[in-house]
């Protein structure tokens, strides 16, 4: 049987005393922990679950470099399915029960549901893969590291008429908030230049017949398409485009830089021009080190490379703006953490190199890549 | 646009596309009309057909001469074991309607979850390559796809036409659909008949989602927006009327297809829910032509 002493109980207050400051300091490392609100099931997901993967990677290497002034980092990952109401619902999880005080969160429709919970909140929502010019104006918490539309699409609307000396534009987009805004600043941008747009067709998401669209637009007779949709449909636009014997000259964006679409597509995806908002393994030898870990863990390259290349990035962003709430002994907080985004403004990040926050959009160069071969090459880089 | 080119075009591919649509109404309407149900584990049948396709195509990386039986005959035994384990365990209880609707569409969903579990939900086709060869037929561009979508509906439609008119089984299922407890009178067994229209249903599945997975990506919640248009062709066409309702499937097509010539093409989806409105609403018995010879007599 065991006797408590007051000799004990002085002896146990003394030692809970003297463990005290270890506690505390224990609690001091506790890890932190990073958002993510991604399409992990849905049409999405081939993208949302290789981001989500590449984000991983991303924390493993952080936390293999020494973590954030010795705290590891923790990815806590919610599904979206790439719907605004399953992103409101991810948000409300972050800051409600997970108490964070910043999230990263992709595609359009749903960074703008999950604005004003962000604002609202006093929550940094920070965009790290959508790309509609809508998301500057979405409030004083919601910040891109992602470029926007009017980054890349403004550059190789230009590039078009510019260099490729392309006159007759048509424009085919997915009726959703990835292509409407990024479909009118093509038609805007091109139009300005001297161009002319002979036909502006939005079809529906569900869509998987395109015959009509695609005849009106033959009738139109353009010298080059720009198609703006997901890596679901936009194989299936080109592919019936190019048996109704339109051999026109196909741009579209970051989301057609896909080795599926080659797949899908074989000698129909020749001279396809596409964007990338990232260096490749060309410009920044990092990349082959992302590339070499995806291999060695999935045996294969990832979907959409350069989104993956933000994802990965955006660890070692967190790692730099925690760094500096601890230089200034600052708590993290919304606003604390915005003020480190937008104080610091400069950031060396290791798969995308240099990034300046300019208010509530970030300018990067565009690459861009063709298909030759069966294979995307570089074919330009637009400063 | 009004160029008879594009017009002959349109046609065409209306024709050509609609056919897989009029494949999965066809098992569907005569699902109704000999069951008496409306069969939404249809959905999950199509989920299983396609992911068998391609389970054996990508994963076994065997020929289509193997995928095809595979498919039809674990969708046959999965559509055979919701007639005998499902379906008869209800009728056996007496159960209403609207047990069947909910049973048949929380098993689709069941089945589709199941899919997705364990194949993910990345668009997937059966080929690698989406791409059909062309060729032009009077300045009209004609895929292989094309040609094996309409040439496999068509003898679709002919050989269950024989089958119902000609053979003895098919007069059966006639005979069930028109009153199962006066067929059972004359010693034709209800049971046999809803068991063999399961798997007849199970066949024009399995062709349906071949060419669906042929022609575009499929996710496994794409039979549950498919089965909307069987579901619309069955009541435009009438309750009961199989081959009414593979009229109206194409008819649905082409109408997708023209409207392009009026609308804008973001809104041809929706102009399936509007006439599946409409449908409900004026049509509840389905659109019916006058006879063939009453046009002759009104001349």
């Known amino acids: ?383 | 646009m009004l160029d008879p080119v594009i017009l002959a075009q349109i046609l065409w591919t209306g024709i050509a596309t609609s056919a897989p649509y009029v494949l999965m109404t066809v098992g569907f309407a005569l699902t109704l009309k000999v069951t008496g149900l409306w069969n939404f584990a249809h959905a999950g049948l199509m989920a299983i057909a396609f992911y068998t396709m391609y389970f054996v195509l990508d994963f076994c990386d065997l020929p289509v001469v193997a995928a095809l039986p595979a498919a039809l005959i674990v969708t046959g035994a999965a559509s055979l074991a919701i007639e005998i384990f499902g379906l008869q365990v209800l009728r056996d209880r007496g159960s209403g309607n609207l047990t069947f609707f909910i049973f048949t569409l929380i098993l689709s969903e069941l089945i589709i979850y199941v899919i997705t579990l364990l194949f993910g939900t990345e668009p997937e086709t059966l080929f690698k390559s989406i791409l059909s060869p062309v060729t032009i037929v009077a300045n009209i561009a004609v895929s292989d796809w094309d040609e094996l979508a309409v040439a496999v509906a068509a003898s679709g439609l002919v050989l269950l036409y024989a089958f119902l008119t000609w053979s003895r089984e098919g007069q059966f299922l006639n005979a069930v659909a028109d009153n199962a407890r006066l067929a059972e009178l004359y010693g034709i067994s209800a049971k046999r008949a809803w068991r063999v229209v399961s798997i007849i249903s199970a066949v024009f599945i399995v062709a349906s989602m071949y060419l669906i997975g042929t022609h575009g990506g499929v996710v496994p919640n794409s039979p549950l927006e498919l089965i909307i248009t069987a579901v619309i062709g069955t009541l435009l066409g009438g309750i009961g009327r199989v081959f009414a309702a593979a009229g109206a499937a194409v008819f649905l097509g082409l109408l997708q297809s023209f409207s392009i010539l009026v609308i804008d093409s973001r809104w041809q989806n929706l102009l399936l829910y509007g006439v599946l409105f409409i449908t409900i609403l004026m049509f509840p018995r389905g659109v019916r032509l006058p006879p063939v010879r009453l046009l002759w007599a009104a001349r």
């Open chain 1, 1 to 383: 049987m065991l006797y408590t002493t007051r000799r004990t109980i002085l002896g146990a207050a003394t030692m809970a005393g003297l463990s005290l400051p270890s506690i505390i300091r224990a609690q001091d490392k506790e890890s932190i922990k990073i958002g993510s609100a991604l399409p992990l099931t849905g049409s999405q997901a081939g993208y949302g679950k290789d981001f989500d993967t590449s984000m991983r990677m991303g924390a493993a290497d952080v936390n293999a470099a020494g973590g954030v002034n010795g705290r590891k980092v923790e990815i806590v990952a919610l599904d979206t399915q790439a719907e605004p109401q399953l992103g409101i619902n991810a948000a409300n999880r972050f800051i409600g029960v997970e108490k964070m005080p910043m999230f990263y969160v992709s595609w359009s429709a749903v960074v703008k549901a999950v604005a004003p919970i962000a604002n609202r909140e006093k929550v940094l929502a920070i965009n790290n893969g959508a790309n509609s010019p809508e998301i500057a104006t979405l409030g004083d918490y919601v910040y891109t590291t992602f470029p926007l539309a009017d980054v890349d699409i403004t550059k190789l609307a230009r590039y078009v008429y510019t260099t490729l000396g392309k006159r007759r534009a048509a424009v085919l987009y997915i009726n959703n908030d990835t292509g409407i805004d990024a479909a009118k600043l093509y038609r805007d941008t091109f139009t300005q230049a001297g161009g002319t747009i002979v036909t502006f067709e939005a079809y529906d998401p569900k869509a998987t017949e395109f015959t009509g669209m695609l005849l009106k637009t033959r009738a139109a007779n353009p010298d080059t398409v720009h198609i703006h949709g997901l890596t679901a449909d936009t194989p299936q636009v080109i592919a019936q485009m190019r048996q109704l014997g339109m051999q026109q000259r196909v741009t579209s964006y970051s989301a057609a830089y896909n080795p599926k679409i080659l797949e899908q597509l074989g000698p129909a995806a020749e001279g396809l021009i596409v964007t990338s908002l990232a260096p490749g393994v060309n410009d920044n030898k990092n990349v082959q080190k992302l590339l070499d870990e995806w291999k060695a863990a999935q045996n294969r390259v990832p979907n959409g490379l350069p989104y993956d290349q933000y994802q990965y990035d955006m660890v070692w962003l967190t790692k730099a703006l925690y760094e500096y709430l601890d230089k200034k002994s600052l708590p993290a907080t919304g606003d604390t953490l915005k003020e480190a985004l937008l104080t610091q403004k400069e950031f060396d990040l290791p798969m995308t190199g240099k990034m300046i926050i300019d208010g509530h959009r970030v300018n990067k160069p565009v690459y861009l890549l063709t298909v030759e071969k069966g294979a995307f090459v570089p074919l330009a880089t637009l400063t």
